[in-house]
């Protein structure tokens, strides 16, 4: 899936630390249902692993705003769609952007803000149905992921690992994972429609970037 819910970046996250704990590949993991049997103890495993997680991210030294900005700066006129933090090797961000006709995969150092592989590039034809329909309403909204990723550090007082677009009530928002204190949270931002968006609210935007968005709301990731 090129476009990830709130569910799938949280999953991501799990696994990458999951990898580094047991050393063995895996599958990203499902969501589990509290009233099926061993959710108490996938819970208290989930736990384990956030606090894995936010330790290794409170060690790096680049920030998920930079790591955009890097990604970007490759392609210029490119936007991110999505990115996360990797710990399943060396700590990296994983970058998607798109312009135009391409998409492509980045990999960011989190402590040296190198590129640590090989990029990756496909065309919009290889998206399926759902995530095209994403990348081309991306084309009419005016806020950026960036901007998504600065009101949520603000709003919950932390550090943004992971963003990108989902559907909400089939509006497209922004979900940005944060870690804040010794937990994670996930905060959905939701763009203003371009018609709605007049000059005198993309100037407030720019003085205040709370302004940029209809609604916000932040909730605990487990």
Same mark, same amino acid.
């Given at each position: 899936?090129?476009?990830?819910?709130?569910?799938?970046?949280?999953?991501?996250?799990?696994?990458?630390?999951?990898?580094?704990?047991?050393?063995?590949?895996?599958? +990203?993991?499902?969501?589990?249902?509290?009233?099926?049997?061993?959710? $108490?103890?996938?819970?208290?495993?989930?736990?384990? +692993? +956030?606090?894995?997680?936010?330790?290794?991210?409170?060690?790096?030294?680049?920030?998920?705003?930079?790591?955009?900005?890097?990604?970007?700066?490759?392609?210029?006129?490119?936007?991110?769609?999505?990115?996360?933090?990797?710990?399943?090797?060396?700590?990296?961000?994983? +970058?998607?952007?798109?312009?135009?006709?391409?998409?492509?995969?980045?990999?960011?150092?989190?402590?040296?803000?190198?590129?640590?592989?090989?990029?990756?590039?496909?065309?919009?034809? $290889?998206?399926?149905?759902?995530d095209l329909a994403n990348i081309v309403a991306l084309k009419w909204i005016k806020q950026e992921l960036s901007e998504a990723v600065q009101v949520a550090e603000k709003a919950t007082a932390g550090n943004a690992l992971a963003g990108g677009l989902t559907r909400q009530d089939g509006k497209l928002t922004f979900v940005v994972v944060?870690?804040?204190?010794?937990?994670?949270?996930?905060?959905?931002?939701?763009?203003?429609?371009? $018609?709605?968006?007049?000059?005198?609210?993309?100037?407030?935007?720019?003085?205040?970037?709370?302004?940029?968005?209809?609604?916000?709301?932040?909730?605990?990731?487990?």
């Open positions: 899936m090129f476009l990830m819910s709130k569910k799938h970046l949280f999953a991501l996250i799990i696994w990458s630390a999951t990898l580094v704990a047991t050393g063995a590949d895996a599958d +990203v993991p499902q969501t589990v249902d509290a009233s099926t049997p061993g959710a $108490e103890t996938q819970g208290d495993t989930d736990e384990a +692993v +956030v606090r894995r997680v936010i330790a290794q991210f409170h060690t790096t030294h680049v920030p998920l705003s930079r790591a955009m900005a890097i990604a970007e700066r490759l392609h210029e006129g490119s936007r991110t769609t999505d990115i996360n933090f990797d710990i399943s090797g060396p700590p990296v961000y994983r +970058v998607r952007t798109v312009r135009n006709e391409r998409v492509w995969e980045n990999v960011v150092d989190a402590n040296t803000g190198g590129i640590a592989e090989k990029e990756t590039v496909a065309s919009l034809k $290889e998206l399926d149905r759902e944060v870690a804040s204190g010794d937990d994670l949270k996930e905060v959905m931002l939701e763009p203003p429609k371009v $018609e709605k968006l007049s000059s005198n609210r993309h100037y407030a935007h720019s003085r205040d970037g709370d302004q940029a968005f209809q609604a916000m709301v932040i909730t605990d990731s487990r």
